[in-house]
């Protein structure tokens, strides 16, 4: 699977849009970006996934540039219970076994703030 | 979407025992795995559960140490066996419907060892 690279950190104010990129230089044509989120104490959460085309759900938005090097995941307005470490990650799509795991980074600690 | 419980959510153990983590799934999935989240660490791949064989197990992690079984699409179990101080962790069982579908992840096993 392609490496990511994400900030440790950011802050964002109640309220507003928290943008949360990640450079995934070396994706290869069929791996996906997969964003994931884990509250303090919780198992991961699945936020959403894309391969090209930018994509929107319920809980938020999903940008990959046209060359697919690096996204950035919105979240539109931020509230305290946003709070969490956001997880990007690729992996390949269409296939099963052990091909089909998630590798975790680092991620981004992402603080909202009032 | 699918729901993992795992058992038990936390336990203390004494050091030389070995503990067994219940992983059950609310439908049948492709694929389960198992990961440890160590104290302000990210998620580490131990294993992919595969049913009715032996578990694939990432580089660093031995079956003797992490025996896992999967008797059927929806349970999966990981032994973490003659425990030490350095095996305090997170455990997480995650589970994958399908080629593209996301992952889901149980809320974990807080594991203490004195």
């Known amino acids: 699977d392609a490496k990511t690279t994400q900030p440790t950190s950011m802050d964002c104010a109640e309220g507003r849009a928290a943008n949360l990129p990640c450079n995934h230089s070396?994706?290869?044509?069929?791996?996906?970006v997969y964003w994931y989120r884990q509250i303090h104490s919780q198992g991961p959460q699945y936020i959403i996934h894309?391969?090209?085309n930018n994509e929107t759900n319920e809980m938020a938005s999903l940008i990959i540039t046209e060359d697919r090097k690096s996204s950035t995941l919105i979240l539109p307005h931020a509230t305290l219970r946003d709070t969490a470490v956001y997880y990007c990650i690729v992996r390949v799509a269409g296939v099963t076994g052990t091909a089909s795991k998630l590798t975790f980074g680092t991620g981004t600690r992402l603080q909202v703030t009032l | 979407s699918a729901v993992i419980s795992q058992k038990p959510s936390r336990d203390i153990c004494q050091r030389g025992t070995s503990l067994t983590i219940q992983c059950q799934v609310d439908s049948q999935v492709t694929m389960m795995f198992w990961y440890r989240q160590q104290p302000g660490q990210s998620l580490t791949l131990i294993a992919t559960?595969?049913?009715?064989?032996?578990?694939?197990?990432e580089s660093g992690f031995v079956i003797d140490k992490f025996p896992i079984s999967r008797p059927n699409l929806t349970f999966s179990t990981l032994t973490v066996s003659n425990m030490s101080p350095e095996d305090s962790s997170i455990y997480l069982c995650?589970?994958?419907?399908?080629?593209?579908?996301?992952?889901?992840f149980g809320q974990g096993t807080r594991l203490t060892v004195v």
């Open positions: 995650s589970a994958l419907g399908g080629a593209n579908t996301e992952a889901f």
């Open positions: 894309g391969l090209k």
């Open positions: 070396t994706i290869s044509g069929n791996e996906y």
């Open positions: 559960a595969n049913q009715g064989s032996e578990a694939t197990y």
